[in-house]
C-alpha cells in the first residue's frame, strides 16, 4: 500500500470509530438499544458511511419513497448522524433510518 492509500485508511479508520461512538451515545440518549446483530449491522454501516465520507465514493441511486415508512423520530436521528459527518447525502440517512427503525422495535 502506498501511503495516500494507508493514510486515507487509517482516516477513515479514526472517522469509523469516533462516528459509532458517537451514533451509539445517541441512540442511548434516545432510548433505543439495538441486539447484537443489529449492533453489528449497524457498525458496519457506520464503517462504510465513514469511508464513503473519506473517499468521496457515492452510493448507488436511492429511490425516497422505499422510505415512507419511517418514522420521523428515525428519519431525524439518522439526519442528525449523517449532519456529524458533514459531507454526505441525505441519501445516507434514508438507509441509515432503517437500523433506527428497527432497533425501536426491541423491547
Do not use: Y
Not at 451514533?23 to 447484537?36: C, D, G, M, Y
Not at 457498525?43 to 458511511?49: D, F, L, P, T, Y
Not at 469511508?51 to 415512507?68: I, K, N, Q
Amino acid at each position: 500500500m502506498n501511503d495516500a492509500v494507508c493514510q486515507q485508511t487509517e482516516q477513515t479508520a479514526q472517522l469509523g470509530d469516533r462516528m459509532l461512538a458517537w451514533v451509539f451515545a445517541l441512540l442511548k440518549r434516545n432510548h433505543i438499544t439495538p441486539n447484537a446483530v443489529q449492533e453489528q449491522m449497524l457498525s458496519s454501516h457506520v464503517r462504510a458511511m465513514a469511508h464513503r465520507s473519506v473517499s468521496g465514493e457515492p452510493l448507488p441511486d436511492v429511490e425516497a419513497e422505499l422510505f415512507d415508512e419511517i418514522s420521523e423520530e428515525s428519519m431525524q436521528l439518522a439526519q442528525a448522524v449523517v449532519d456529524e459527518f458533514g459531507n454526505l447525502p441525505v441519501e445516507e440517512a434514508w438507509l441509515l433510518s432503517v437500523h433506527f427503525e428497527v432497533a425501536k422495535d426491541n423491547l
